[in-house]
């Protein structure tokens, strides 16, 4: 009996990790920890699937020096047929219980849903770019910033 279940485990560990889950993630080292809000940093990502839902995430890393609870950015989306679109967002970093990302040691990593719903991209080459636009410039104590893609698996 023992030797069935630990065959029945094997084979729902194989199984299940058959599903592999589309992810696409880039990041931006921030040189001396300073963001400057005319450095508009820029992200490509090549989406193959028109049917598809994804999800979009501002992934953001930081020291726990960083100033504020929130963060505003420009987010600009460049499609396959050159039109732009820039959303001005501001992503919440905090709560009452403190940093809503991982943290280890003195650095938090956020990864901060863009849309609360998923979206729809053409087919082809799209090009986004994060810009912050917050009062402190150059925004201080910034480590890496970029984007994080999700395919949503129906």
Not at 17 to 40: L, Q
Request: charged content about 20%; glycine content about 4%.
């Amino acid at each position: 009996m023992k030797f069935s279940g630990y065959i029945i485990c094997i084979a729902v560990l194989f199984f299940s990790s058959c599903n592999t889950i589309d992810v696409h993630e880039k990041t931006t080292a921030i040189p001396k920890h300073e963001w400057n809000s005319n450095d508009s940093l820029p992200f490509t990502f090549i989406s193959s699937d028109s049917a598809a839902y994804y999800n979009i995430y501002f992934v953001f890393r930081h020291t726990e020096s960083y100033h504020f609870n929130n963060i505003w950015i420009d987010f600009t989306s460049v499609s396959p047929d050159k039109k732009a679109q820039t959303q001005r967002l501001n992503l919440q970093l905090t709560n009452v219980n403190g940093w809503l990302g991982a943290s280890m040691d003195d650095i938090i990593e956020q990864r901060v849903l863009l849309f609360g719903n998923p979206i729809k991209l053409n087919k082809g080459n799209y090009t986004f770019y994060i810009q912050q636009v917050m009062r402190e410039d150059p925004l201080q104590n910034i480590l890496n910033v970029g984007i994080r893609i999700e395919k949503i698996v129906q």
